[in-house]
């Protein structure tokens, strides 16, 4: 069966800090993977997806990035983060858009 | 503009009741609607999925309805537990080839108090 992880599962950073999440999925070959961030009281806003290695799509402007180096890895950071990013981060992955699948999710809180 | 709506925002009801949630969308035209459920710091999980062509889907004590005419859809939970408590996220996915985004709801938050 699949699987997705994320990690951390919490963090707590400064302003102007740098950021790297991590996601990986077990169990599935090429998938599409997906960011997502969920601020309070607001819905799921899609900020990057991946249908493969080094392909990357992003939806918002903003100071973070994704990358895919690997077929079942996925990487949001940020050089600089703003107060701004706090939020919920739900990384997915699915075999189409119609069909994705979520981790656990990080709790960013910036400071 | 994509958008789905749903009602109310929070609910409360006593373990056992019954409730109903709503979901309005005004995605045209669209490929399947889902329901997630999501726990307080989880990631959501899909409870049904529904086509354009269905109106109906059960999951247990779950069930959703879709009218596509009046491009509604409602959450159905019978006999409510206090696990039901948890925020439910109505989402439409848009028919456009190629299109990655789905279109989120902002959920309903329900509470089940003994």
């Known amino acids: 069966s699949q699987t997705i992880h994320q990690w951390p599962a919490t963090l707590v950073q400064p302003v102007g800090s740098p950021l790297s999440l991590e996601c990986t999925v077990e169990?599935?070959?090429?998938?599409?993977l997906y960011w997502y961030r969920q601020a309070a009281g607001r819905g799921l806003q899609l900020l990057f997806y991946?249908?493969?290695?080094?392909?990357i799509s992003s939806e918002v402007p903003q100071n973070l990035s994704a990358s895919r180096p690997q077929d079942r890895q996925f990487i949001l950071s940020s050089k600089k983060l703003l107060l701004s990013d706090s939020g919920f981060y739900l990384c997915?992955?699915?075999?189409?858009?119609?069909?994705?699948?979520f981790g656990p999710g990080t709790r960013l809180t910036v400071t | 503009k994509n958008q789905v709506e749903q009602s109310p925002q929070s609910l409360i009801i006593l373990e056992g009741k019954n409730c109903t949630l709503q979901?309005?969308?005004?995605?045209?035209?669209?490929?399947?609607l889902r329901w997630y459920k999501q726990d307080t710091g989880r990631g959501p999980v899909s409870l049904t999925i529904?086509?354009?062509?269905?109106n109906t889907k059960s999951n247990g004590r779950y069930t959703a309805t879709l009218d596509a005419d009046t491009k509604q859809s409602s959450l159905h939970i019978t006999a409510s537990q206090l696990s039901d408590s948890a925020s439910y996220i109505c989402v439409v996915s848009p028919t456009n080839r190629g299109n990655e985004k789905l279109t989120f709801g902002t959920g309903t938050r329900l509470t089940i108090i003994p």
């Open positions: 979901c309005n969308y005004t995605v045209s035209p669209f490929s399947n």
């Open positions: 997915a992955w699915g075999r189409g858009r119609d069909e994705q699948y």
């Open positions: 529904m086509t354009f062509s269905e």
């Open positions: 991946s249908v493969g290695i080094g392909q």
């Open positions: 169990g599935t070959s090429n998938p599409n």
